[in-house]
């Protein structure tokens, strides 16, 4: 037993697939990671966006671009992992879009999509990786599955993207479904609902409503990536073994206290 920090939250040598990984907490994530000595392979649907983030990160870093909200996209990646990697220590589900409108002219396309990315993908990806996460798990030594939820999956939201927090709340609860019946192979699951983070899909989000949850937030600021960064790290470490099921909120307070 070793209770020394850099064999507690130490991620060398392992090896993470990050989905979504060019851009905003997925590239948080992917730097984090590659700066603590592990291998990341890195998917976007954007594949100029996720190969020049691989190249910035350097040999540690490889891009496989491709769409997760199509099965057969799903597919083909998972076999390209399996080609890259003997195995797969950390699995962060990280892909997502959202949607925004008014109730009563919400179009169905805005549900599909949403719902097909940021719920389908994470439990068909996770299906189609298990052989590797088998392969790197052992009772001393957990193989990780890290969901990547939203405070708007635990709170009500004041903007009307409603498949995005209805896929945020199934993410969370897929989280403790598949934390319950994966842990007897060897494989942690675990969430992180992150609150507001400078990315794309915030910078989206209306002046006023932003400025609103930033007077709520406790902390009165927005999250960094050394705030993402630390929290991936433990879940995908020994620090976090005994962790199952569980969903970390990283938000300043802002839905937790409001």
């Known amino acids: 037993m070793s209770l020394a920090i850099q064999d507690l939250f130490s991620v060398a040598g392992k090896t993470a697939v990050i989905t979504g990984g060019s851009r905003g907490i997925g590239e948080m994530i992917a730097r984090a990671y590659v700066a603590n ?3 990341v392979i890195l998917t976007s649907r954007k594949a100029a966006d996720v190969e020049g983030l691989a190249a910035a990160l350097g040999p540690a870093a490889t891009a496989l671009p491709a769409d997760l909200s199509q099965m057969a996209e799903i597919d083909r990646f998972a ?3 399996a080609r890259l990697a003997p195995k797969v220590d950390i699995l962060f589900n990280n892909a997502g879009a959202s949607w925004g409108a008014p109730f009563e002219d919400f179009p169905e396309l805005g549900w599909d999509k949403v719902m097909d990315l940021n719920v389908k993908s994470v439990f068909f990806l996770t ?3 298990l052989p590797l996460l088998e392969a790197a798990a052992s009772p001393e030594n957990l193989a990780r599955v890290i969901n990547i939820g939203s405070i708007d999956g635990q709170h009500v939201s004041p903007i009307e993207t409603y498949s995005y927090a209805a896929s945020k709340a199934g993410v969370l609860h897929l989280t403790r479904m598949m934390a319950k019946y994966l842990a007897p192979r060897h494989i ?3 969430a992180i609902a992150p609150g507001y983070f400078p990315s794309k899909m ?3 989000i209306e002046e ?4 609103h949850a930033l007077a709520a937030t406790p902390m009165a600021r927005w999250g960094t990536p050394e705030d993402m960064a630390g929290v991936a790290l433990f879940l995908g470490s020994r620090a976090s073994a005994y962790l199952c099921g569980s969903t970390l909120t990283v938000d300043g307070g802002y839905a937790t206290t409001a």
Not at 208 to 211: P, Y
């Open 79 to 81: 076999a390209e992992v």
């Open 127 to 129: 299906q189609r990786l």
């Open 188 to 190: 942690a699951v675990n």
């Open 202 to 204: 915030t910078a989206g």
């Open 208 to 211: 006023h409503i932003t400025t």
């Open 37 to 39: 000595g592990a291998r």
